[in-house]
């Protein structure tokens, strides 16, 4: 299993899977490689680049990881030598702090992904006017969530921002956008590629002017890709950690 990722010997390959892997059914990976470099490719991503992930630990964010690290094991990307990670790549994880084990959840796939060779950074959203209230959770944790992702990549000096979603959530929002009769740019969809800028009063006024390169390279990918993918190294926390 180790050799169908073709991952280069100078990473912690023995870091990558948990002793039930052999356990768990064994999937091609060589055409989800080639997919995922052909998408990074389209997006004009090249290994070398300095990349960062939303990562929530559910089994979209794991397989981004595991493509993600494969693609730039595969052009035999180094190690940072300070972190003894892969370089050029950062995860970040947002504890949205609405739930009392979030913390406890984000620390765990922080320490999960970490021995992936992926640098990992904890950020916890400071709800200044207070939490939001049920009805608009989701959407304030999409912004609250957004807003860090862009803030921590400004901090990073990184101009790339890989975001998790699948063809499922893209069949998932054009049916919830067509009941809400959406026009035709609405039925669009989730783009490939985008610009992220801050939107936010509340952001640092250093952030303000940066615009990232938001990409969702696995727009092809099925949920089931995903879990593929993601079960060759570990079992998932709940979905639910990616907003809340």
Not at 46 to 72: E, F, N, Q, Y
Not at 109 to 123: L, P, T, W, Y
Not at 147 to 166: E, P, R, S, T
Request: aromatic letters at 6%; hydrophobic letters at 40%.
């Amino acid at each position: 299993m180790l050799g169908s990722l073709r991952l280069s010997t100078s990473l912690p390959l023995n870091r990558f899977f948990c002793k039930c892997s052999e356990r768990r059914e064994t999937i091609d990976m060589a055409k989800y490689r080639e997919a995922f470099s052909r998408r990074m490719t389209m997006a004009g991503l090249k290994p070398h680049h300095r990349i960062a992930m939303g990562v929530s630990g559910g089994p979209d964010s794991v397989a981004l990881c595991v493509l993600t690290a494969g693609w730039k094991a595969d052009a035999q990307v180094g190690m940072d030598e300070t972190t003894g990670c892969i370089d050029g790549l950062l995860a970040i994880i947002v504890d949205h702090g609405l739930r009392a084990e979030s913390k406890d959840e984000a620390n765990c796939v922080r320490d999960r992904v970490s021995r992936m060779g992926i640098k990992c950074e904890v950020a916890r959203c400071e709800w200044s006017s207070g939490k939001p209230k049920q009805g608009h959770l989701q959407e304030a944790a999409r912004e609250m969530r957004y807003n860090i992702f862009q803030n921590v990549c400004v901090q990073h000096q990184i101009g790339v921002l890989l975001i998790a979603h699948h063809a499922d959530d893209q069949a998932e929002l054009f049916i919830l956008r067509l009941s809400r009769n959406s026009g035709v740019l609405g039925l669009a969809g989730m783009a490939f590629t985008s610009q992220l800028f801050s939107a936010y009063t509340h952001c640092d006024e250093s952030s303000t002017n940066h615009g990232i390169l938001l990409v969702r390279p696995l727009l092809e990918f099925s949920k089931e890709d995903m879990y593929k993918v993601g079960n060759l190294v570990f079992s998932f926390v709940s979905d639910k950690c990616s907003y809340a």
